[in-house]
């Protein structure tokens, strides 16, 4: 008795919550159904595998889109990452920038693929790059304003995405049995 919008989401928070199995489980109910935004679906399931850190599973989704919709923003997002991962770092920008400035595009939400794009070139110290790519964003139809936001105030946060040691100082020590020696006076 789900909806297609049950399952999607119920898809999304399994695979938040690391349950791979039982959220391909919604994605093989979802593609029987023939949901029109399974590719929006697929996308959002390899940004979450990504994040957590399962470059196989991801790998999996994207290419599970890439059977789908090719000419989706999501794909080539992550077909550039995918590249940067394989050190192919000028293929990943010739893909985005390429995207970008295909006539058939233009009615779609580039935002994502402009800030993949965008924090590539601001990593290589490229601002005039990312200057005309912020320029460009107020071309045509503006399908997102926030996207626009984000390259203007673009805030790189990579740096802080850091392994931070635990601070061990001042600690209590823990008994080894602790309710063995539990008593109450």
């Not at 970008?100 to 779609?108: C, M, R, V």
Request: proline share 4%; charged share 25%; hydrophobic share 35%.
């Amino acid at each position: 008795g789900m909806s297609d919008f049950d399952y999607a989401l119920l898809g999304l928070a399994l695979a938040n919550d690391k349950r791979w199995p039982e959220a391909d489980r919604c994605t093989v109910e979802l593609e029987r159904r023939g949901v029109p935004y399974m590719a929006d679906y697929l996308w959002e399931l390899t940004q979450t595998a990504t994040t957590q850190g399962f470059d196989e599973i991801s790998d999996v989704r994207l290419l599970a889109l890439e059977k789908l919709d090719k000419k989706h923003p999501g794909y080539i997002v992550g077909l550039a990452r995918l590249l940067t991962r394989n050190n192919q770092g000028a293929q990943a920008q010739a893909a985005l920038d390429n995207y970008i400035n295909d006539p058939t595009n233009s009615e779609k939400d580039l935002s994502q693929v402009r800030l993949e794009l965008y924090t590539m070139l601001r990593q290589q110290g490229d601002s005039a790059g990312c200057d005309r790519l912020a320029k460009s964003a107020l071309n045509g139809p503006i399908t997102n304003l926030l996207g626009y936001v984000q390259l203007v105030d673009y805030i790189d946060l990579s740096t802080a995405l850091i392994d931070v040691p635990m601070d061990t100082s001042g600690r209590v020590e823990a008994p080894d049995e602790p309710l063995e020696s539990f008593e109450i006076q």
